[in-house]
């Protein structure tokens, strides 16, 4: 089992910054990769970013379009934590943000969620 918990959320007017956190624990042994996902009400979760790490290969960033140049995904493998800085918020980027195990694209390839955590952005 792998628990996932986030946190960091709030409420920025545009263009401010959050910085999300996702603490993982569990079988951590088990873990190479985490990813970001959102959620708007009335609209489907949907991918943000990702990062994957390994021995060989080192870590990987990956980021959905419409957040590229804006946030950024990175670990602290000491700590156990995911972090998503998100820089130049803007309204739309309003829902509850969701760490996920292992990185995907499609929430039904996710063993595991976090509870979310809520960020809204005022105009």
């Known amino acids: 089992q792998v628990q996932l918990v986030e946190s960091g959320g709030g409420l920025v007017q545009a263009g401010g910054s959050l910085r999300l956190s996702c603490a993982f624990s569990?079988?951590?042994?088990?873990?190479?990769?985490i990813g970001w996902f959102c959620q708007a009400p009335g609209k489907e979760r949907e991918f943000v970013a990702g990062?994957?790490?390994?021995?060989?290969?080192?870590?990987?960033?990956y980021y959905a379009d419409f957040v590229k140049g804006r946030f950024t995904i990175s670990r602290d493998s000491a700590k156990g934590e995911v972090y998503l800085r998100m820089d130049a918020l803007r309204p739309e980027d309003t829902a509850v943000y969701y760490c996920?195990?292992?990185?995907?694209?499609?929430?039904?390839?996710?063993?595991?969620w976090g509870q979310g955590t809520q960020v809204t952005v005022s105009s």
């Open positions: 996920a195990v292992p990185f995907a694209t499609i929430p039904t390839q996710i063993d595991y």
């Open positions: 569990g079988r951590t042994s088990s873990i190479y990769s």
């Open positions: 990062i994957s790490w390994n021995s060989w290969s080192g870590t990987t960033a």
